[in-house]
């Protein structure tokens, strides 16, 4: 039987060079949905951070038919207090079109097996976004722990 590609086709992968600029386009796209009030946007910070976590973290991509429609992208860092290496998320966005696929899932299991295969723990948050209770219950599902919350000094 045929399916709905996004749902059948989806394939999660590394990203490779000639994803920067799509991946450019979506983040700026994350950033113009926040809801509450967040520093200003800077393009080519964004771009920099991109092809800097390529280069010393781990950026997955969800595609398809060759169209990026989420990615998680993440660095090793340790806590302030401790040595012990975790592999956490410098952003974690699937577009608003494909949010009832099965990308955001696969994106993040994906991300688990290669901390795993990196023997790092995963940590993944959420910030300047609304609807924090479905991402929290989504986090809930997939066996990850709340540990803490984002306050920012209101205007």
Not at 50 to 76: D, F, P, R, Y
């Amino acid at each position: 039987a045929n399916g709905s590609p996004w749902r059948y086709g989806m394939i999660i992968r590394r990203a490779v060079p000639e994803d920067v600029s799509e991946l450019h386009k979506m983040l700026i796209d994350m950033y113009s949905r926040i809801e509450i009030p967040a520093s200003p946007l800077s393009k080519n910070k964004i771009l920099a951070v991109i092809k800097e976590t390529m280069e010393t973290g781990i950026v997955i991509v969800a595609e398809v038919e060759g169209k990026i429609i989420g990615s998680l992208g993440g660095v090793a860092s340790c806590d302030w207090w401790s040595d012990e290496k975790t592999l956490g998320d410098m952003w974690f966005y699937v577009t608003p079109d494909k949010r009832n696929s099965r990308a955001a899932v696969k994106l993040v299991k994906c991300f688990i097996k290669i901390g795993k295969e990196i023997k790092m723990k995963v940590k993944l948050g959420h910030y300047y976004s609304g609807d924090i209770e479905r991402k929290d219950k989504f986090f809930d599902r997939l066996g990850f722990v709340r540990t803490g919350s984002l306050y920012t000094e209101g205007n």
